[in-house]
């Protein structure tokens, strides 16, 4: 268990620096091409939307359920659409999934 | 930078609570040093936790490696689109794209394919010693605690994402992508591994070569 234990540690340190590596190497200090110039702007709202729903309503075992963090998250955008602070919003999510949790 | 560390503080915040939530649930796995080496050498949360899933489940390292890897293919397209604001050597842009984080790329976005690098770096700082601090946090304090997700700690990585998301929905096209990104998550989710209905929602950003 130790060794694969280190094995992962090493190899996703080294995948991961060379992920982060790849464009900044591969396009740095220089306009890019036109077609991506459009493409790029809409990365942020496409992987965002995509990483709300997988941590709201993924599992481990490739399924999507309502629990209690679709709940927490609910009441998050609440507070998002009142402009509230982000340390605020996220203690709301939090102690919200904890009470559903606690009472269910 | 100092504006970039500035906007990056409530997000550090965010990074030690969940930093703490990975601590705990990795120490009985991973061993103590193991998962505190990892978040500073990794430094990279949904990766880590996809990691520690699948050696909790019993699989091997090249399994834990891929998945973990999976989840951070969306760097590719992240690093693209700062790449054209990065100058200087090629290290130099390599070593900068390390800092490479969500919120850091999303608070760092100026419209129109500009990126504030140094104020991204400036985040990225803000939020390093928290994922760091709340690991050996949540390590020590594994026994005591039971499983974070009790404490709801699993809701913060979404709320947060949440928050970059309603920025952005205010830029022209966004709402229709983010409508194409939801539903291309939703039906990946039940058949493709973990990351990659993430990678293949990117996908969506397609929607500006129409305009």
Not at chain 2, 60 to 75: C, D, E, H, S
Request: positive net charge; glycine residues 12%.
């Amino acid at each position: 268990m130790t060794a694969t234990v280190w094995i992962t540690v090493g190899g996703l340190c080294v995948v991961t620096a060379a992920i982060k590596a790849f464009g900044p190497l591969a396009f740095g200090g220089r306009e890019l091409p036109s077609v991506l110039a459009r493409v790029i702007p809409l990365l942020a709202p496409a992987l965002l939307t995509a990483l709300v729903i997988t941590e709201t309503f993924g599992t481990d075992h490739r399924s999507l359920v309502i629990d209690a963090r679709a709940g927490g998250v609910a009441v998050a955008g609440v507070a998002i659409a009142r402009r509230w602070p982000l340390p605020v919003v996220i203690l709301l999510a939090a102690g919200t999934t904890a009470a559903l949790r606690a009472l269910t | 930078m100092s504006s970039g560390l500035r906007a990056g503080l409530p997000y550090g915040l965010a990074s030690l609570l969940l930093g703490f939530s990975f601590g705990v649930l990795a120490r009985p796995v991973m061993g103590p040093v193991a998962a505190i080496v990892m978040s500073v050498i990794v430094f990279a949360g949904s990766a880590q936790f996809a990691a520690l899933a699948v050696l909790s489940a019993g699989g091997g390292a090249a399994a834990a490696i891929v998945a973990g890897a999976l989840l951070n293919l969306r760097f590719v397209p992240m690093g693209i689109a700062i790449a054209p604001s990065l100058r200087g050597r090629s290290l130099g842009r390599a070593l900068r794209g390390q800092a490479l984080v969500d919120a850091s790329w999303a608070l760092a976005n100026r419209g129109a394919g500009r990126f504030d690098i140094p104020f991204l770096l400036g985040s990225t700082l803000a939020q390093y010693p928290g994922w760091v601090l709340g690991t050996v946090l949540g390590v020590a304090a594994g026994g005591v605690i039971g499983n974070p997700d009790t404490f709801g700690l699993d809701a913060i990585f979404p709320a947060f994402f949440l928050g970059l998301l309603a920025a952005e929905l205010r830029r022209p096209g966004a709402r229709a992508v983010s409508a194409l990104g939801a539903a291309i998550a939703i039906v990946l989710t039940p058949v493709a591994p973990a990351g990659l209905p993430i990678v293949a929602a990117a996908l969506a950003a397609t929607l500006g070569l129409r305009r």
